[in-house]
Nanobody
């Protein structure tokens, strides 16, 4: 069974850091572009960033550029989202998604995504 599962969310103070993990099973994450998106209650889903399939080029939304970093660990079949300098507006449920390609910072033709992990940035 092919599956993506996110982990690593939690409660963090403004200015703090978290590292989210996106673990794959039943397929190799290296064969796909992997994107991250988030959704807060009452708000539309928004893209966060994407890592390309072939050369691991990364792309980020302007709102997170310079603060968030996406990376792969092929041996662990996992993609990470390192988040620093967190702000209250980063509070959301974060999802990773399997995609054909990255179109800018957005994953394109997503066909698999995880249930998400909650990130809350608050004092």
């Amino acid at each position: 069974q092919e599956e993506l599962v996110e982990s690593g969310g939690g409660l963090v103070q403004p200015g703090g850091s978290l590292r989210l993990s996106c673990a794959g099973s039943g397929f190799f994450l290296d064969d796909y572009a992997i994107g991250w998106f988030r959704q807060a209650p009452g708000k539309e889903r928004e893209g966060v960033g994407c890592i390309s399939r072939n050369d691991d080029t990364t792309h980020y939304a302007d709102r997170v550029k310079g603060r968030f970093t996406i990376s792969r660990d092929s041996a662990k079949n996992t993609v990470y989202l390192q988040m620093t300098a967190l702000k209250s507006e980063d509070t959301a449920t974060y999802h990773c998604a399997r995609a054909a390609i990255c179109v800018g910072y957005r994953p394109h033709e997503m066909d698999q995504w995880g249930p998400g992990t909650q990130v809350t940035v608050s004092l």
